[in-house]
């Protein structure tokens, strides 16, 4: 049978496309945190068979993007309230140390790098599309860890940044002019960072990553912030009123 030219071009399909499209899926929130993933349909989805499909779960597992339990399947990774309570307490921590090696050890090549993908950031604000904001974010700070060369570090920044770019979506969804002003210094908080790194000032680049931390800090408590509150977050005052 011939096989025209347009089909000889198209993408086979392959184990390594299906857990780039899962990760991209799960981080821009597409398959929602929690989301039951059905191995049957990823199958068909993908048109890889069974086994290599375990295999890509079982990388997104060790990646901290889903969950697997055993006669339960395959989870997108939640975001309880307790997972996001230590998210908000390690991340800053990680980021200015991350921030601070990349000053000290990053390479020409990786500033190339970083530099595109600040490019790329900045255009994706643009676009009223909050998931490519997130995952341009996503790519600029992961090649941020990149240059630390510390895989400790790196690894916890990997994880964090999962949870990261998933909590992002509403900040890349200003609902006030005053809230897409807070994007573009986003960008130009990218911008001096890159330029810290460059100068090798990694005092500079902590300062910047903490005030840019702080900056989306406030929008991704909101995703989070339960309610009702529960009731070991009431507050001191209605526990000084409580009978």
């Not at 993908?117 to 992961?142: I, K, M, S, V, Y």
């Amino acid at each position: 049978m011939c096989t025209s030219m347009s089909e000889s071009l198209m993408p086979k399909p392959s184990k390594a496309n299906c857990l780039a499209d899962l990760r991209r899926r799960i981080l821009a929130t597409d398959l929602a945190p929690g989301f039951d993933l059905d191995e049957a349909s990823l199958t068909a989805q993908y048109g890889i068979s069974r086994t290599p499909l375990r295999e890509v779960l079982q990388r997104l597992s060790g990646e901290g993007f889903i969950t697997l339990a055993a006669n339960r399947g395959a989870k997108v990774a939640l975001m309880d309230l307790s997972t996001i309570r230590v998210f908000f307490q390690t991340a800053p921590m990680v980021y200015a140390n991350i921030a601070r090696l990349a000053a000290e050890n990053r390479s020409a090549a990786q500033l190339d790098d970083l530099k595109a993908a600040q490019t790329g950031f900045a255009a994706a604000t643009g676009t009223n599309d909050p998931g490519e904001a997130a995952l341009a974010n996503h790519r600029f700070h992961g090649l941020i860890g990149e240059m630390a060369q510390n895989p400790y570090l790196t690894a916890a920044l990997n994880r964090l940044l999962i949870d990261h770019t998933r909590l992002s979506q509403t900040f890349y969804r200003p609902a006030s002019p005053a809230e897409s002003v807070l994007i573009l210094k986003a960008v130009e908080q990218h911008d001096g960072m890159i330029a810290a790194i460059e100068a090798s000032d990694g005092g500079i680049a902590v300062d910047l990553t903490l005030a840019h931390w702080d900056l989306s800090r406030d929008h991704m408590e909101r995703f989070v912030r339960p309610d009702p509150l529960p009731v070991d977050v009431i507050s001191l005052k209605e526990k000084t009123h409580a009978v």
